[in-house]
């Protein structure tokens, strides 16, 4: 999808390893969100930022961090990785909180 | 209780039917809806965006909104094989939060 980008695409780790995911943005948006998505449980929030520098947790934060030291990044991060955070990952971006999210083509992650 | 409730169906229809995917809510503060879809292993795309009650057009699109029912439609004309995707809403309260809840998603299949 134009104007976010996320890497990797696919990744696979064993239980214990960290990553960093990255979600890059090109249409200046302040505001940029983290979800999960898994079968029959629909987009669930992790984390999200409301502009560069700030950062807070949604629905299910545990687990993961984020930072969000330059405007365009919003990174995600596994510092242990768990079976239980398998799943598909999507970023969002929104220009202001009632406007539509566009989001990224999500990064598939697998923990053996 | 879920916030929002979508049927995750799959629905298979023939080529050219119309198609109604139906969201129900029970936050009365919710003001702004959506309705993406996502192909496999895509993200969610943006179809329609409506604020408050009543229904938008766009092409053979059409989203609908009854709040004192609370409960939110889409309906495709003439359907597609191109249409077989899966289809969530999406619902916001708007200023103030940047929270969005979405729907589950249902799965379309047209068939040709």
């Known amino acids: 999808n134009a104007g976010v980008t996320q890497t990797p695409k696919f990744r696979v780790l064993k239980t214990g390893q960290s990553m960093t995911l990255l979600c890059a943005q090109d249409?200046?948006?302040?505001?940029m969100y983290w979800y999960r998505q898994d079968p029959g449980m629909g987009l669930r929030l992790i984390h999200y930022?409301?502009?560069?520098?700030?950062?807070a947790k949604g629905e299910v934060p545990d687990g993961y961090n984020v930072s969000r030291l330059k405007k365009q990044n919003f990174l995600l991060g596994l510092e242990s990785a768990a079976p239980s955070q398998t799943s598909v990952y999507f970023c969002?971006?929104?220009?202001?909180?009632?406007?539509?999210?566009?989001f990224g083509d999500g990064t598939r992650l697998s923990i053996l | 209780q879920k916030e929002v409730e979508q049927d995750p169906g799959p629905l298979s229809v023939p080529e050219g039917a119309i198609v109604s995917l139906n969201c129900t809510y029970s936050?009365?503060?919710?003001?702004?809806f959506m309705w993406y879809r996502q192909y496999s292993r895509k993200g969610p795309e943006l179809l329609m965006y409506?604020?408050?009650?009543g229904n938008k057009e766009d092409g053979r699109f059409t989203a609908q909104v009854d709040k004192s029912s609370k409960y939110i439609s889409l309906f495709i004309r003439d359907s597609q094989p191109s249409d077989s995707a899966t289809y969530l809403c999406a619902m916001s309260e708007g200023s103030g939060t940047y929270k969005y809840i979405f729907g589950t998603g249902t799965r379309l299949k047209v068939l040709a």
């Open positions: 409506t604020y408050s009650s």
């Open positions: 969002a971006i929104t220009d202001r909180g009632n406007q539509p999210q566009h």
């Open positions: 936050n009365s503060a919710f003001q702004y």
């Open positions: 249409m200046n948006h302040e505001y």
């Open positions: 930022s409301v502009g560069e520098g700030t950062t």
